[in-house]
C-alpha cells in the first residue's frame, strides 16, 4: 500500500512551536518513525508538508491513481477549508485526519472541523504519536477492508 501524509500550515515548526501544546517531537522525528512503520508494514510513505492552501490541493489531486490513501493532518485549515475539504471529496481516497493537540479542549473555534465529514475518521489528542495511529488504522482498512 503507498499512504500520502500531509501536514499543514506552521507543521513545519513542530518541537519548536508551543511545546506544551504540540509536544517537542519534530517533523523529521515523526517522519523518521512514520517510515520505521510503513517499513514493517510492507507499505511505502510519501509526505508533503506545506503552508499553502493551493499546494496542499495540487498534492490531494496527484494522489488519485498514485496512492491508496491519505493521512493529513491540516492545522488551522481544518477550520475553515471548504477548498481543502472539496478536494478530499473530489479523490475520494480513504483519508484519515490527524492532530496532534485536543482541538475540543481548546478555543471554541478549534472544535469544528469541516474536513471530518469527508474522512473515514480523526485520531484527536493524542500528541504526535497520533500519526503512527492514523498510519496504522489506515493501512489496516486499506489491507483488510
Ligand atoms: C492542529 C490543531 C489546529 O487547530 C491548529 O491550527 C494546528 C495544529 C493539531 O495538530 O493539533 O495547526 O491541527
Not at 500500500?1 to 522525528?29: C, H, I, Q, W
Not at 493532518?73 to 472539496?86: C, E, I, K, Q, V
Not at 473555534?109 to 489506515?138: C, K, M, N
Request: charged share 20%.
Amino acid at each position: 500500500v503507498s499512504v500520502l501524509l500531509l501536514n499543514g500550515p506552521n507543521l513545519n515548526l513542530l518541537g519548536k512551536r508551543e511545546p506544551d501544546v504540540y509536544g517537542s517531537e519534530t517533523l523529521d522525528d515523526v517522519l523518521a518513525r512514520l517510515e520505521k512503520v510503513m517499513e514493517e508494514l510492507g507499505g511505502r510513505l510519501e509526505h508533503c508538508q506545506s503552508n499553502h492552501e493551493g499546494v496542499l490541493i495540487d498534492a490531494i489531486h496527484r494522489a488519485k491513481g498514485v496512492h491508496d490513501g491519505i493521512v493529513i493532518n491540516p492545522g488551522a485549515f481544518t477550520h475553515y477549508s471548504y477548498a481543502l475539504r472539496d478536494a478530499l471529496a473530489g479523490v475520494a481516497l480513504p483519508t484519515i485526519e490527524v492532530h496532534i493537540s485536543n482541538v475540543h479542549a481548546r478555543e471554541p473555534f478549534r472544535h469544528q472541523s469541516v474536513i471530518a465529514p469527508v474522512v473515514l475518521g480523526q485520531v484527536v489528542g493524542l500528541g504526535t504519536d497520533g500519526y503512527e495511529w492514523a498510519l496504522r488504522a489506515l493501512v489496516r482498512k486499506l489491507t483488510q477492508g
